[in-house]
């Protein structure tokens, strides 16, 4: 036998973009199930117990910690494991990126949350359905829960459990999985960013912010798909979470900050800047593909 004529062994799993995209799907649904039988059992509901549990406290860190990897975590480890010939290579985490596009993407992001914050607050207070109220204040009432920060300890652990795994494990799902897929097999590049921004959006589950999610998850996903890497959405990531965390944690220490609400001019500053730090991740990374 010649041996131009042998090849490489055929992986066990040979899947094509619909089925990586119904695994993706199946796996993620599965690890939300999992974790909301956890959360509504009596007998082990103390992972996400509420603020008057005696268990609240102690496992509310380790609660929303849980709820990012199960969610987002396992499935893109299993993923990435499952095709032996893609593995993590195909997330684009690998690809570098030029310091001066992940400074103009982190830019773009932190002048971007005041402006973001306080759109959400008016979207918020337009609400004037009951239902719908109530809804929003549930959500506000747990989002406060799990963002109290005692100590500057606590601060270091909510950004480790609410920024970074979140901006890791989100990006990995999202834009290098859901998106990847989506464009494999679209000729229209705009279609499944946009799509994969809505998805993104929905997923939280927040009505007042869900709007400015799926902006947020717009510009994450141009941004993956112009630099060809998944660093720079990481890093974009996990600073809108830290600078809103990080507002959060100076608020509950200074009452004057947590009473102070960006005006209108502050807000159109916030946009304005913030777009032209993005335009400027767009100039850079077409300057480089034609550099290449």
């Known amino acids: 036998m010649d041996d131009n004529d042998q ?47 005696d268990y609240g406290v102690g496992y509310a860190w380790l609660s929303n910690s849980i709820f990012s990897i199960f969610i987002f975590g396992v499935p893109a480890l299993v993923y990435a494991n499952i095709f032996p010939l ?38 918020s207070q337009a609400f004037t359905n009951p239902e719908w109220k109530t809804l929003q204040d549930n959500i506000q009432k747990q989002n406060q829960w799990l963002l109290q920060m005692p100590t500057f300890g606590d601060l270091l652990l909510c950004l480790l459990a609410n920024a970074l795994v979140p901006a890791v494990c989100e990006e990995v799902f999202f834009r290098a999985g859901i998106q990847q897929i989506l464009l494999e097999n679209s000729r229209n590049i705009h279609i499944p960013i946009v799509s994969t921004a809505m998805i993104f959006a929905f997923v939280h589950g927040d009505p007042s912010g869900m709007p400015l999610i799926f902006l947020a998850g717009l510009m994450l996903g141009y941004a993956f798909y112009w630099t060809g890497s998944l660093r720079i959405n990481m890093l974009m990531h996990f600073l809108f979470n830290g600078v809103s965390i990080t507002e959060q944690y100076i608020a509950q220490r200074n009452a004057s900050f947590a009473q102070w609400q960006p005006g209108i001019f502050v807000v159109i500053i916030s946009f304005v800047l913030s777009a032209g730090f993005f335009y400027l991740v767009w100039r850079r990374s077409r300057k480089a593909v034609v550099n290449l």
Request: aromatic fraction near 14%; charge should be positive.
């Open 86 to 123: 893609e593995r993590f290579g195909f997330f684009r985490i690998q690809e570098r990126v030029s310091p001066l596009l992940l400074i103009f993407g982190a830019l773009a992001m932190i002048v971007l949350v005041p402006g973001i914050d306080q759109v959400a607050t008016w979207i």
């Open 7 to 53: 090849s490489a062994p055929r992986p066990l799993f040979t899947f094509g973009p619909g089925m990586r995209a119904m695994l993706l799907l199946a796996l993620y649904f599965s690890c939300t199930g999992i974790f909301l039988l956890f959360s509504s059992s009596d007998k082990l509901g103390w992972l996400m117990a509420g603020p008057g549990s």
